[in-house]
């Protein structure tokens, strides 16, 4: 198992190396003059000269690029362009409720999914089978921001039974924690669930069609045995699989999600150093975004072997 990690572990960092590549060229790929944009629109070419040499605009591609990566090995990320603080001390300040944010629905959305996706294998072509692929469709169809001030409308403007918008952290108190999140997991998550229960069960209905399921139904053996015993686990690997590769609609949908409810997390973060153009932090943010769904990635791959024993590196 060590030696596996350790392989894998290798194998990240061309693909970590390229990433960074193209999070710094990001700088260079954006339209217009980077310099005149923080400079404004009245500043004088002196004093857009002065802003280039300031952003190292002025050194070249390669130089820079070196430089940049020096200090990320440092883990110097920079420092934001419009608050002069650094990037690592803002990543961190807005860390906790977008962990918050993302654990909940990873919970939340396997808990829901995968027993969905057992019910609409066993009861595969009937109305629960029907309802439960209307219910993926409901999902993928609907964006996570119209489904967002849906969810806002009926439980916080007219039931009155969840806050609008805002984030309270754990130290508040677990329940006040808990009920800041509800909504935004459950928005975040919709499309997550959906993905998750139409592989599960596509997984599911195939496994059940096996010879060795065919035989020890055939023996005598009780369904419920053969369907969590035999099938589930052999299905395991594309389950988890799905749910590693979903992390990426999460990361994505964490931005719009924190936006909507005002959540003062590191995707809120994203959106408005796009919006400010703070390159640094557009940088550093999607170099954590891609770190992070590395490494989950990482620990689905090293979990194969666990649920399927045939399974080598």
């Given at each position: 198992?060590?030696?596996?990690?350790?392989?894998?572990?290798?194998?990240?960092?061309?693909?970590?190396?390229?990433?960074?590549?193209?999070?710094?060229?990001?700088?260079?790929?954006?339209?217009?003059?980077p310099a005149v944009v923080f400079a404004?629109?009245?500043?004088?070419?002196?004093?857009?000269?002065?802003?280039?040499?300031r952003m190292g605009?002025?050194?070249?591609?390669?130089?820079?690029?070196?430089?940049?990566?020096?200090?990320?090995?440092?883990?110097?990320?920079?420092?934001?362009?419009?608050?002069?603080?650094?990037?690592?001390?803002?990543?961190?300040?807005?860390?906790?409720?977008?962990?918050?944010?993302?654990?909940?629905?990873?919970?939340?959305?396997?808990?829901?999914?995968?027993?969905?996706?057992?019910?609409?294998?066993?009861?595969?072509?009937?109305?629960?089978?029907?309802?439960?692929?209307?219910?993926?469709?409901?999902?993928?169809?609907?964006?996570?921001?119209?489904?967002?001030?849906?969810?806002?409308?009926?439980?916080?403007?007219?039931?009155?039974?969840?806050?609008?918008?805002?984030?309270?952290?754990?130290?508040?108190?677990?329940?006040?924690?808990?009920?800041?999140?509800?909504?935004?997991?459950?928005?975040?998550?919709?499309?997550?669930?959906?993905?998750?229960?139409?592989?599960?069960?596509?997984?599911?209905?195939?496994?059940?069609?096996?010879?060795?399921?065919?035989?020890?139904?055939?023996?005598?053996?009780?369904?419920?045995?053969?369907?969590?015993?035999?099938?589930?686990?052999?299905?395991?690997?594309?389950?988890?699989?799905?749910?590693?590769?979903?992390?990426?609609?999460?990361?994505?949908?964490?931005?719009?999600?924190?936006?909507?409810?005002?959540?003062?997390?590191?995707?809120?973060?994203?959106?408005?150093?796009?919006?400010?153009?703070?390159?640094?932090?557009?940088?550093?943010?999607?170099?954590?975004?891609?770190?992070?769904?590395?490494?989950?990635?990482?620990?689905?791959?090293?979990?194969?072997?666990?649920?399927?024993?045939?399974?080598?590196?």
């Open positions: 198992m060590l030696k596996l990690a350790f392989k894998r572990i290798l194998m990240t960092v061309p693909v970590m190396f390229l990433v960074a590549l193209l999070v710094f060229s990001l700088l260079y790929l954006a339209p217009g003059d404004g629109d009245q500043a004088t070419p002196e004093q857009i000269e002065m802003t280039r040499q605009l002025d050194q070249p591609f390669v130089q820079r690029f070196g430089t940049w990566l020096l200090n990320l090995a440092q883990g110097d990320l920079g420092t934001s362009l419009i608050s002069n603080v650094p990037v690592a001390k803002l990543i961190g300040q807005r860390l906790e409720p977008t962990l918050s944010l993302t654990l909940l629905t990873l919970v939340w959305s396997a808990l829901v999914a995968i027993p969905l996706a057992i019910l609409a294998a066993w009861k595969r072509g009937s109305l629960i089978d029907r309802g439960v692929m209307l219910l993926g469709v409901a999902g993928f169809s609907i964006p996570i921001f119209v489904l967002a001030y849906i969810l806002s409308y009926v439980f916080a403007l007219e039931l009155r039974w969840l806050p609008v918008q805002g984030y309270k952290p754990l130290s508040d108190g677990l329940w006040p924690w808990f009920r800041s999140l509800i909504m935004p997991a459950a928005a975040l998550g919709a499309g997550y669930v959906a993905l998750i229960s139409r592989i599960g069960r596509t997984a599911l209905v195939e496994i059940m069609q096996q010879d060795y399921i065919r035989t020890a139904k055939s023996k005598g053996a009780n369904p419920r045995i053969v369907l969590f015993r035999h099938a589930l686990k052999n299905a395991a690997v594309p389950i988890s699989t799905v749910i590693g590769l979903g992390v990426g609609l999460l990361i994505g949908g964490a931005v719009v999600t924190e936006t909507v409810f005002a959540l003062p997390g590191v995707g809120r973060l994203t959106a408005d150093a796009i919006l400010r153009r703070d390159y640094p932090v557009i940088q550093g943010v999607v170099l954590l975004f891609s770190f992070s769904y590395m490494l989950i990635n990482l620990a689905v791959d090293l979990l194969y072997p666990i649920f399927d024993p045939r399974i080598r590196y």
